[in-house]
Nanobody, 114 residues
Framework: QVQLVESGGGLVQPGGSLRLSCEASGRIFSIYTMGWHRQAPGKQRELVAI???????NYADSVKGRFTVSRDNAKNTVYLQMNNLRPEDTALYYCYCYYLRDYWGQGTQVTVSS
């Protein structure tokens, strides 16, 4: 069983930045696939970015060049650095982990508005 705890959401103006963090339980964090999904009101949940145990990353086209996913295996933590935020990035952001099955965090709200 893996538990995920997110932090770092909030309200930011267009063009601003935020960093999300997600700490995972477990002693073998280094082999988990970790990442972030988001869900905007009235829309389906979508992949934002993931990072594998081998360090490979994958991003949604809409965030490439603006968002960066990274992980610190010593701290059991995955990060999402979000730069040049746009109103369309407004959503509930969920931390995601895959280890034998999918695990989800409770979500953290990101609102981009002037």
């Amino acid at each position: 069983q893996v538990q995920l705890v997110e932090s770092g959401g909030g309200l930011v103006q267009p063009g601003g930045s935020l960093r999300l963090s997600c700490e995972a339980s477990g002693r073998i964090f280094s082999i988990y696939t970790m990442g972030w999904h988001r869900q905007a009101p009235g829309k389906q949940r979508e992949l934002v970015a993931i990072t594998t145990s081998g360090g490979l990353t994958n991003y949604a086209d809409s965030v490439k060049g603006r968002f960066t996913v990274s992980r610190d295996n010593a701290k059991n933590t995955v990060y999402l650095q979000m730069n040049n935020l746009r109103p369309e990035d407004t959503a509930l952001y969920y931390c995601y982990c895959y280890y034998l099955r999918d695990y989800w965090g409770q979500g953290t709200q990101v609102t981009v508005s002037s």
